[in-house]
């Protein structure tokens, strides 16, 4: 199985779809929307992704990036689709998020996600994230678990 990534238009309609399709699987774990803030926009994500599995051409999952500050991006909108879950690609479009928030000058990523959602963490702490205090709009917010990860490379050891 080959995933290919690429960007799309907010308002790509299939985008628009899997984001549907997140929020309402959100909606159900939590018994109601619990999102903190500001929801994401065209006007405020930077950048949005799509994976799409190459031989089927299906889109399988989507992930965008909000910038925090001139440093920081947080990842908003992270999905792939339920049947498509298990085969890394939640793992290979958050390396591409990384990728296009470096390219845009990121040197730390965050992101919320909840208690319900254990999936997610454990793929957040295999992908080199850790947990944080709880920011911005998502302070005193008790089903809420912020992390975050620096996206500094570091330099190649020195021969010895």
């Given at each position: 199985?080959?995933?290919?990534?690429?960007?799309?238009?907010?308002?790509?309609?299939?985008?628009?779809?899997?984001?549907?399709?997140?929020?309402?699987?959100?909606?159900?774990?939590?018994?109601?929307?619990?999102?903190?803030?500001?929801?994401?926009?065209?006007?405020?994500?930077?950048?949005?992704?799509?994976?799409?599995?190459?031989?089927?051409?299906?889109?399988?999952?989507?992930?965008?990036?909000?910038?925090?500050?001139?440093?920081?991006?947080?990842?908003?909108?992270?999905?792939v689709v339920p049947a498509w879950r298990g085969h890394r690609i939640g793992q290979t479009l958050l390396h591409a998020l990384e990728e296009a928030g470096r390219?845009?000058?990121?040197?730390?990523?965050?992101?919320?996600?909840?208690?319900?959602?254990?999936?997610?963490?454990?793929?957040?702490?295999?992908?080199?994230?850790?947990?944080?205090?709880?920011?911005?709009?998502?302070?005193?917010?008790?089903?809420?678990?912020?992390?975050?990860?620096?996206?500094?490379?570091e330099p190649a050891p020195a021969d010895a």
């Open positions: 199985m080959r995933i290919e990534i690429s960007e799309a238009p907010w308002e790509d309609p299939v985008g628009v779809r899997l984001r549907r399709d997140q929020e309402r699987e959100t909606v159900e774990r939590y018994g109601g929307d619990l999102e903190q803030g500001e929801k994401p926009s065209a006007a405020t994500t930077a950048v949005f992704l799509l994976a799409t599995e190459a031989a089927s051409g299906e889109v399988v999952g989507c992930g965008g990036l909000r910038r925090l500050d001139g440093d920081t991006f947080e990842l908003k909108r992270m999905y390219d845009r000058g990121a040197v730390r990523m965050r992101l919320e996600t909840g208690w319900e959602q254990p999936e997610a963490m454990r793929l957040y702490e295999r992908c080199g994230y850790h947990r944080i205090p709880l920011y911005g709009p998502y302070v005193g917010c008790a089903a809420s678990v912020c992390f975050e990860r620096s996206l500094r490379r």
